[in-house]
């Protein structure tokens, strides 16, 4: 068992170095320029009848296409990325999902400017209403996330450096499982796109592990501490986490409160837990104090 999490955890070293490598951001730069050179090159022939639009090609019909699917693949790196955070803090990881949940609602605005085929009043003005709101919903989580990163801390959960490295490995191999069933997820979709001409993004099913994950991640931190405030901590993490999780399956305005609501329950759990950190931190400092001074009495 022990030699197949090392595997595991090389195979993850690996693939986070070629990703977090500077080629790789180049590589990933120019695909995401392609997709969007290509997105206008296929309405231009679309426009000009070169081209019948059946299927998925239909879509590129609207030029404001081109933005939210390259858009779209630019959410999908963040999701990348996000999945190497997680080994190095679970609160970070968190936060990370809530980041991620800003971009989504960015999307989400996006998406509606698509749906807009004429600049006439009538048929702008739903699609509108939604961009200004999830455009604002979005700003709002980007404002509470950047709180949360100034109040948030670090907590070693191990007492040794051993307990340290096995933890981290454990996390490392997570992250890798849930980097193979996000490529799963992508690949359904894409599937999905090449039978049925429609792009659905499974945002919410990839969330729906992350929850799962994160409840492996809190048993496994049972190994090393049992502490009520650490655990109550973890735990109320993983909530932000469903909160998240709901937000991406509600309608439109419902999907932004609760986003906004997470997001805030998340920055109080923050502030709430540093607090009593603090304050327990003070009270341990001040009982040395107390027995020196009462020996010192003593003496006299």
């Known amino acids: 068992?022990?030699?197949i999490l090392y595997i595991l955890e090389d195979l993850y070293l690996l693939i986070k170095k070629k990703w977090e490598a500077d080629i790789s951001h180049k590589y990933i730069s120019n695909v995401l320029v392609f997709i969007f050179l290509s997105s206008l090159l296929m309405y231009f022939l679309i426009q000009m009848k070169w081209i019948t639009p059946r299927g998925f090609i239909r879509s590129f019909e609207n030029p404001f296409y081109s933005i939210e699917l390259s858009f779209t693949f630019l959410l999908l790196t963040e999701i990348v990325s996000m999945l190497f955070v997680l080994p190095k803090s679970?609160?970070?990881?968190?936060?990370?999902?809530?980041e991620l949940l800003s971009l989504i609602f960015l999307r989400h605005g996006f998406e509606q400017f698509s749906h807009i085929h004429?600049?006439?009043?009538?048929e702008m003005i739903q699609p509108v209403k939604y961009m200004f709101a999830?455009?604002?919903?979005?700003?709002?989580?980007?404002?509470?996330?950047?709180?949360?990163?100034?109040?948030?801390k670090q907590i070693l959960i191990c007492h040794t450096r051993e307990q340290q490295e096995n933890f981290v490995r454990?996390?490392?191999?997570?992250?890798l499982l849930l980097f193979i069933a996000f490529f799963i997820i992508l690949s359904k979709d894409f599937v999905n796109l090449l039978y049925n001409g429609i792009f659905q993004s499974s945002f919410h099913i990839f969330f729906t592990v992350l929850i799962f994950s994160d409840i492996l991640i809190l048993l496994i931190t049972t190994r090393y501490i049992l502490s009520y405030r650490s655990m109550y901590r973890y735990s109320a993490f993983i909530l932000a986490t469903i909160f998240i999780r709901?937000?991406?399956?509600?309608?439109?305005?419902?999907d932004m409160i609760i986003g906004i609501a997470a997001s805030?329950?998340?920055?109080?759990?923050?502030?709430?837990?540093?607090y009593f950190e603090i304050k327990k931190n003070q009270e341990k400092s001040l009982i040395p104090k107390k027995i020196i001074n009462y020996g010192s009495k003593r003496k006299n």
Do not use: C, D
């Not at 004429?118 to 009538?122: D, L, N, R, V």
């Open 134 to 152: 999830y455009g604002f919903a979005s700003l709002l989580i980007y404002l509470i996330i950047g709180v949360v990163y100034k109040k948030q």
């Open 1 to 3: 068992m022990t030699k």
């Open 246 to 254: 709901i937000a991406l399956t509600a309608q439109p305005y419902y």
């Open 264 to 274: 805030l329950y998340l920055l109080f759990l923050v502030r709430t837990y540093n």
């Open 90 to 98: 679970v609160a970070k990881s968190v936060t990370k999902q809530f």
């Open 170 to 175: 454990f996390k490392r191999v997570i992250s």
């Open 118 to 122: 004429s600049i006439t009043w009538q």
